[in-house]
């Protein structure tokens, strides 16, 4: 299950999506979160599906990659689809046992909230999928350099950003690592009551939080001995430039944004 998690990784490409400018990566997928809670009704969540699964195509990342990055949260997804089924009461009653009732309307709100989530998590995932985490801390500091202006320490956050996001595999592949040694020791962490396997738990946890503590106190440690001391008076070595392509880009996701609204507002 654990390797299953996509989160934060980045595969390498050269699709149109790999090419964008991260800056307009960021704006768009912005962008893309307003669409899908502008509209309300399915007609609109069928226009955000034809921009989600467009823009996956055109990334050439295989939709697989993209299920696993929705897998890990199907248990909050459940419980999020049966909280709106029992909790709208209104409309017509479909289903009672009770005090129990499932009607029309919880579950079209139930089915509208999950695919909603769905496209989110999908869409939003293609950001760290095609931007490497380089790539994507530079944009974001440049995105925020206005607050400089503020005394806001946007560099140390864009590095904070994007060594969160890097270190997020690594944690997961150290908490499988955990598991399976624990499992070999004989420890029953998949068995049991809730309790029990939650008392089980410490025997992962622990060792986890001082894996993280030694790789965070290794990684200061490189930085320190690298003379690293912020972002005054560094260079990079890759230039960020935009190209028409991100305009175009840009501009699509506004005109589906506006469909989105119009459609909305009609229904």
């Not at 991260?22 to 921009?51: D, E, H, N, Q, W």
Request: hydrophobic residues 50%; glycine residues 6%; positive net charge.
């Amino acid at each position: 299950m654990l390797r299953d998690i996509t989160i934060g990784q980045y595969f390498p490409g050269d699709s149109i999506i790999h090419k964008l400018d991260p800056r307009f990566k960021i704006v768009i997928t912005l962008l893309y979160i307003v669409m899908l809670f502008s509209g309300g009704s399915y007609l609109c969540l069928v226009v955000g599906a034809v921009y989600t699964f467009g823009a996956i195509l055109l990334s050439r990342i295989p939709v697989k990659m993209f299920w696993k990055s929705v897998k890990p949260l199907l248990p909050f997804l459940i419980i999020t689809a049966v909280l709106n089924l029992l909790l709208m009461n209104t409309g017509d009653v479909i289903w009672q046992w009770k005090f129990l009732k499932i009607t029309e309307s919880g579950l079209n709100t139930s089915l509208f909230m999950v695919i909603r989530i769905v496209l989110l998590i999908m869409g939003s995932s293609l950001l760290t999928y095609t931007t490497s985490p380089i790539t994507l801390t530079d944009a974001i500091e440049r995105l925020l350099s206005p607050l400089r202006k503020v005394k806001f320490p946007v560099h140390e956050l864009a590095m904070m950003m994007s060594i969160a996001l890097r270190f997020i595999p690594t944690l997961i592949e150290e908490t499988d690592k955990i598991m399976s040694a624990q499992k070999a020791r004989g420890a029953e962490i998949d068995t049991g009551s809730f309790t029990t396997r939650a008392k089980n738990l410490i025997s992962i946890l622990v060792p986890l939080f001082i894996s993280a503590f030694r790789r965070a106190d290794e990684l200061a440690t490189a930085m320190e001995c690298r003379c690293y001391h912020g972002g005054d008076g560094r260079t990079r070595l890759r230039q960020l430039r935009s190209a028409p392509r991100d305009y175009i880009a840009l501009a699509i996701t506004v005109l589906f944004l506006v469909g989105v609204i119009v459609l909305g507002k009609i229904a």
